[in-house]
Nanobody, 125 residues
């Protein structure tokens, strides 16, 4: 069972920045570096939605339109970690943020094999 652990969520004001982290405690670097990694979020009363993904080589990234230009996904395979830098946050970004791991280059949650338990980000106006 892969263990992905997110951290960094907290309550902030609109316009603030946060950096989320997610570490994989199961795979060594050479295995971890074969997976694509993604961030998803789920706001209260809404379905889980795709936020961003990054390829195994850390060169390819893709963002949801709602976060494009504000969020940056990155990874450090040596630390088996993926990050989400979130800038200029708005109340609409309030959600539980999840990292997930996949063997596929996909925006679909169903294509992700392993998930963390999430970290809560609350943005107040």
């Amino acid at each position: 069972q892969v263990q992905l652990t997110e951290s960094g969520g907290e309550s902030v004001q609109a316009g603030d920045s946060l950096r989320l982290s997610c570490t994989d405690s199961e795979h060594p670097e050479h295995s971890y570096s074969t997976f694509d990694m993604g961030w998803f979020r789920q706001a209260p009363g809404k379905e889980r939605e795709f936020v961003a993904r990054i390829g195994a080589d850390a060169e390819n990234t893709y963002y949801a339109d709602s976060v494009k230009g504000r969020f940056i996904i990155s990874r450090d395979n040596a630390k088996t970690a993926v990050y989400l830098q979130m800038n200029n946050l708005t109340p609409d970004d309030t959600a539980v943020y999840y990292c997930a791991q996949s063997n596929m280059w996909s925006n679909r949650a169903s294509d992700y094999l392993s998930w963390g338990k999430g970290t809560l980000v609350t943005v107040s106006s």
